[in-house]
């Protein structure tokens, strides 16, 4: 499966930027399993994450080159405003001074380089 090592790396990668951003106190989470050994959400990072970049690339896999650059851009818009409902519902709080479009770009640089990443294995490893 060319997808597993992509998946623990896209888990490492979103865990180390929660935790710089957290530590610059750019956003926290409130409420998060082990609070007092955990600054992240551990459960975020090891299970919604992982599982979410799994259905994205299942999903990239269907898609042309074309149409999943649409799809990174609307799943980074998408990710902007779940933010913000994430905030609303007390799960996630940002600094005064970040902006939900830094999300839109951030999380549509992060999908474009898991998804390289997969093109790149993908035509690297030998097929079974």
């Known amino acids: 499966m060319n997808a ?17 951003f957290v530590g610059k106190e750019l956003y926290s989470f409130p409420y998060r399993p082990f609070p007092t050994i955990f600054s992240v ?20 896999d269907k ?11 609307l799943i ?8 913000r409902v994430a905030e609303d519902l007390g799960l996630f709080i940002h600094s005064t001074s970040w902006k939900h479009f830094y999300s839109f770009f951030g999380y549509s640089a992060f ?5 390289s990443l997969y093109q790149w294995m993908k ?6």
């Open 4 to 20: 597993l090592p992509v998946v623990l790396l896209a888990s490492l990668i979103g865990t180390y930027l929660d935790l710089f």
């Open 41 to 60: 959400n551990i459960a975020f990072t090891l299970i919604v994450l992982p599982l979410g970049v799994l259905l994205y690339l299942y999903i990239c």
């Open 63 to 73: 898609l042309t080159e074309r149409n999943t650059f649409l799809f990174i851009v």
């Open 76 to 83: 980074g818009l998408l990710a902007s405003v779940l933010e």
């Open 111 to 115: 999908l474009w380089l898991v998804y």
């Open 123 to 128: 035509k690297s490893l030998p097929k079974n």
